[in-house]
């Protein structure tokens, strides 16, 4: 089993808050990603990190910004929440081509 | 960018019997396609990968084939069982290490 976490597993915030999703793993992997699911639904690259100080964004247009200043640290964060970012965001990185993914944090925003 | 979808969106099998589950990629440059199974509250697993150079590949109870011809990627599970149950998602890889998932397919196992 992956060592890949995800804080907090679940969040209800009003509009126009400022949100910060995290994401930690303990498996020394330089490649982490943040991918968005609606139930059921394809996931969506929203951004990716090759290793400390790299982050790219993916394909799928989003209004969060990451960082990685630490290796096993990849938080996410929405300035101000709007019910259009009402989704499942997963954390996973990868190593070799492997991907393993933490458990998801379900965000409803009101 | 790459395209992955899957043919069917929900799959009902008696437990006991094989199930198939299709995908269809359009990035014929992808190198590296994965199945993922995704219970309910849960993040993907990885289940089985397999490389462009290869045609099948198997694991334990799984199998993957790759028709390269007509960009189709295939996941069986033998003798499906109850704790099958999950949605189960096929991706391709990029050479730049990046993932594109089709939309899933259900699977419901009925005992």
């Known amino acids: 089993e992956a060592d890949i976490y995800q804080t907090p597993r679940y969040l209800v915030i009003g509009t126009g808050k400022k949100i910060t999703l995290e994401c930690s793993q303990t498996?020394?992997?330089?490649?982490m990603y943040w991918y968005q699911q609606d139930p059921g639904m394809e996931l969506h690259l929203i951004h990716y990190?090759?290793?400390?100080?790299?982050?790219e964004k993916g394909d799928l247009s989003s209004e969060s910004t990451v960082s990685r200043i630490r290796t096993e640290h990849f938080p996410l964060t929405l300035e101000s929440a709007r019910p259009s970012h009402t989704s499942q965001y997963l954390c996973?990185?990868?190593?070799?081509?492997?991907?393993?993914f933490g458990p998801g944090t379900r965000l409803t925003v009101l | 960018g790459e395209s992955v979808g899957l043919h069917l969106p929900t799959l009902s099998v008696q437990e006991g019997d094989n199930s198939i589950i299709n995908c269809a990629y359009s990035?014929?440059?992808?190198?590296?396609f994965i199945w993922y199974k995704q219970e309910s509250g849960k993040g993907p697993q990885f289940i089985i990968d397999?490389?462009?150079?290869?045609d099948k590949r198997q694991g334990q109870r799984v199998t993957v084939l790759l028709n390269k011809t007509v960009k189709h990627l295939s996941l069986q599970i033998a003798a499906t069982q109850p704790g099958d149950s999950a949605v189960y998602f096929c991706?391709?890889?990029?050479?730049?290490?990046?993932?594109?998932f089709g939309s899933g397919t259900k699977l419901n196992v009925k005992p």
């Open positions: 996973a990185s990868t190593e070799y081509n492997e991907q393993f």
């Open positions: 991706a391709e890889m990029n050479n730049f290490n990046k993932f594109y």
């Open positions: 397999i490389r462009s150079n290869m």
């Open positions: 990035n014929s440059a992808s190198d590296y």
């Open positions: 990190s090759y290793g400390v100080n790299s982050t």
């Open positions: 498996m020394g992997h330089d490649k």
